[in-house]
């Protein structure tokens, strides 16, 4: 997966709460193997609805999609973070996101920031107000910026940002133990039990 540090693009605003994964992606799409083609059909039910505006022109290109508490609850499909990968967004700020979501995000290099919800409210009203209003996560240093020039912090885990910040996903992490598996491989041969008959 591509490695993930300093973000700064446009803010997408989706301005509700308890969004699941079902929302996110609806069930009919769910027939590719591959973690590709599903972006065309995020929020796919929502589209004609008043609130619904990430397809507006004016955040065409947005990176950071900013959310409300609970995102990613429900099923534990992984088709979730592949949707919103594949639409563009690199980035998911929201007060709080549903744990299994959260892990399958950072598996495939997409970054869940939790913050503040007085925060949170301060980013969505301004991407609505402005649109095409940017803003920085910068995750060398486990902070937001926002417009205004004003930094706040957000914790993650320093396992997972390592992950991200280098790009290593399940076997990337795995190929770091290359050596020693190669040893262990070397020295753990031994004779086996004879398993054909002698005649």
Not at 153 to 158: A, G, K, L, P, V
């Amino acid at each position: 997966m591509d490695p993930i540090t300093i973000v700064t693009s446009k803010v997408a605003p989706l301005d509700r709460a308890d969004v699941d994964t079902d929302q996110i992606i609806p069930k009919q799409f769910l027939k590719r193997i591959e973690r590709t083609g599903f972006g065309e059909f995020l929020f796919f039910d929502w589209k004609e609805e008043d609130f619904y505006i990430l397809d507006r022109p004016e955040y065409e290109g947005a990176r950071i999609l900013v959310a409300g508490r609970n995102f990613g609850c429900g099923s534990s499909r992984e088709h979730a973070p592949w949707a919103i990968q594949d639409y563009g967004f690199d980035v998911v700020i929201a007060p709080s996101f549903a744990d299994i979501f959260r892990t399958n995000c950072t598996k495939i290099g997409m970054l869940p920031v939790v913050l503040p919800e007085d925060d949170v409210r301060t980013i969505m009203r301004e991407a609505i107000d402005a649109p095409g209003t940017e803003m920085t996560v910068d995750l060398e240093e486990c902070a937001v910026t926002f417009p205004d020039g004003r930094s706040v912090e957000f914790h993650i885990e320093d396992s997972v940002r390592d992950r991200l910040v280098n790009g290593w996903d399940d076997i990337g992490l795995t190929m770091l133990k290359d050596a020693e598996i190669a040893d262990y491989e070397a020295t753990r041969e031994r004779q086996g039990p004879t398993t054909t008959v002698l005649l």
